[in-house]
């Protein structure tokens, strides 16, 4: 074997390794295990990544085998589209009936109303599930709060969904 070769050989498998990282889901990610598809790749949802859109849609994220997919479900006709192709999908097995059903469900009670609080402990620490990881913090300043979640509330002060300990904000 030759040095080309063997560099090849090495960047393939990197780039391989590296892609099946990145489409698989995140190692700390609670995932909803939905069945085998009518193509026979196994379905989960990202349970983190369920989002009430609207009254009638919910933006969420699944795995089909190891392709990571982003789609938002439309629950009055219990069909979902998939992003950046926007294509409408309608389940055709089980797997995909309970992954649309699962997400729909979810939200069911999920209210869309946001209501205004104050940061009165700065630093405070928004993170990606209560008692998740940190994705930003916040100094004295108001932001939109949604449903609690027990003793935190869901945000997106951050661009992404977030939560924030109610000890940290007053209304």
């Known amino acids: 074997m ?39 790749q196994f379905i989960r949802v990202d349970i983190d990544s369920i989002n009430r859109a609207s ?7 699944y795995y089909l085998g190891n392709e990571r997919v982003f789609a938002q479900a439309h629950c009055d006709t219990r069909s979902w589209t998939t992003f950046p192709e926007n294509q409408t999908q309608y ?22 109303t ?3 609080a104050r ?12 008692n998740g990881r940190i994705i930003c913090s916040l100094e004295r300043t108001q932001i939109e709060v949604f449903e609690p979640t027990g003793s935190w509330y869901r945000t997106n002060v951050c ?11 007053q209304f």
């Open 159 to 169: 661009g992404a969904k977030g939560y924030i300990h109610k000890s940290q904000i």
């Open 119 to 130: 940061v009165i402990d700065p630093p405070s620490n928004v993170r990606a599930t209560p």
């Open 55 to 61: 009254a009638r849609s919910v933006n969420f994220i």
């Open 2 to 40: 030759n040095f080309n070769t063997i560099l090849t050989t090495a960047l393939t498998t990197t780039l391989t390794v590296g892609m099946g990282a990145i489409a698989a889901a995140p190692a700390q990610a609670e995932t909803f295990s939905a069945g085998t598809a009518s193509n026979g």
């Open 91 to 112: 389940p055709k097995s089980r797997a995909t009936q309970q992954m649309v059903d699962f997400v729909c469900d979810r939200t069911r009670n999920v209210s869309t």
């Open 114 to 116: 946001s209501r205004t």
